[in-house]
């Protein structure tokens, strides 16, 4: 994974260098802050979660497990009770719902953990202890032919410091 990062002292310069460098299209971009910005926020512009997505399958499998346990259970060991049928799907929904829940919550944490990428194994690329401090970060994850206007733009823009990684 081959980058440029560039150090940055001002939120300003930081936030008009990514709009440019969204405008150039030069690659996927990471900002490293002292603190959470909105501005930042803003610029980067984000879609929507893909976690929410485990959210909806974990709770769609863990409704329909929920409601064909009690059924398979109840055909396999039938009670007929007042003449209703076996697998009554009525009383099988406050299982069905707990399983939901159930399964929802945990597909939701466990694809925050994976999109996350908690635990990180590897060392951050790009990253400065000087972004911890008082200075902005901005990584650009691009190919060497793209390289040489990442620098220009972080330059322009008012880098403090302009250095490649791999």
Known sequence: MEGIVGVFRELDSTVDAIAALKKLRAGNIAVYSPAPRH???????????????YTLIGGLLGATFGYWIPIWISDYWPLVVG??????????TIISFELMVLVGSLATVAGLFI????????????????????NFGVWVECPPDRQAAVTDTLKKF????????Q
């Open 39 to 53: 501005e930042l926020e803003h610029v980067m512009t984000h879609g929507p979660s893909i976690v929410r997505l």
């Open 83 to 92: 003449g209703k049928p076996v697998p009554s799907w009525v009383p099988y």
């Open 115 to 134: 999109h996350s990428r908690i635990p990180r194994i590897t060392m951050t690329v790009g990253y400065d202890p000087r972004f911890s401090n008082a």
């Open 158 to 165: 008012g880098a403090v410091e302009v250095r490649g990684e």
